[in-house]
């Protein structure tokens, strides 16, 4: 959906480096989410965020942060990339009206050597 | 927050009906069931969501007995384009105590020609 991007789409860094993963939408929604899929597996929930002020941690937390900047921006980061942390990941907004339709971007690719 | 579980995997050809039963023994009364669907290296994309009885939409339908406990997708006739993973999710969708998402493993469904 054109209307949530994500960049990079991907990236391939090495163990130890600080990586940034970006999301953009210009849906209008408050609410806003990082997943990350691995192989063969379902999603699970890094951070959400439901307003600008609001950031709460999900299953996942442990290895990650993130960066409400604004409204429309959401950022994942990796502090120190380690190799099991190499996945699909995918940024998702929704709205107040219908909280469970999640809008999803196309995803980042990141793989760490 | 109800757990669900759905067959890992479904085979079908074109032209069927397809149905995918999901179990959520412990859904709570504010809980809706939602339906997404996700093709390879894309994110997922809302199909349906439903509280009780029927829920149709140009897409499928989503049946849901009076005990809330399970619920079937329905796919009709479907098509080669209609393989992907489904994923069922149960959730608070009272505006705001939601946002938190799970998503299981999913059931792949092949549609073979």
């Known amino acids: 959906d054109a209307d949530v991007t994500q960049t990079p789409r991907n990236r391939i860094t090495k163990t130890g480096k600080r990586i940034m993963l970006e999301c953009s939408q210009t849906?209008?929604?408050?609410?806003m989410y990082w997943y990350r899929q691995d192989p063969g597996l379902g999603l699970q929930l890094i951070y959400y965020?439901?307003?600008?002020?609001?950031?709460n941690k999900g299953e996942i937390s442990d290895g990650y942060s993130v960066s409400r900047q604004a409204q429309a921006k959401f950022s994942l980061s990796l502090e120190s990339a380690i190799p099991n942390q190499t996945a699909l990941y995918f940024c998702?907004?929704?709205?107040?009206?219908?909280?469970?339709?999640?809008?999803f971007g196309p995803g980042t690719r990141l793989t760490v050597l | 927050l109800a757990k669900t579980t759905q067959p890992i995997s479904m085979d079908s050809y074109e032209g069927q009906e397809v149905n995918i039963t999901c179990s959520h023994n412990?859904?709570?009364?504010?809980?809706?069931i939602t339906w997404y669907q996700q093709f390879p290296s894309q994110g997922p994309r809302f199909i349906i969501q439903?509280?009780?009885t029927k829920v149709t939409n140009e897409v499928a339908s989503l049946f849901i007995p009076a005990d809330r406990k399970s619920s079937t997708l329905s796919l009709p006739r479907v098509s080669l384009s209609d393989t992907a993973v489904y994923y069922c999710?149960?959730?608070?969708?009272?505006?705001?105590?939601?946002?938190?998402?799970?998503f299981g493993q999913g059931t792949t469904l092949q549609v073979k020609p």
């Open positions: 998702a907004t929704s709205g107040l009206e219908s909280d469970d339709e999640q809008f």
């Open positions: 849906k209008g929604h408050d609410r």
């Open positions: 965020s439901f307003d600008v002020k609001d950031i």
């Open positions: 412990n859904i709570a009364t504010n809980d809706y």
């Open positions: 439903g509280y009780k």
């Open positions: 999710l149960v959730g608070d969708a009272i505006r705001g105590n939601t946002g938190k998402l799970i």
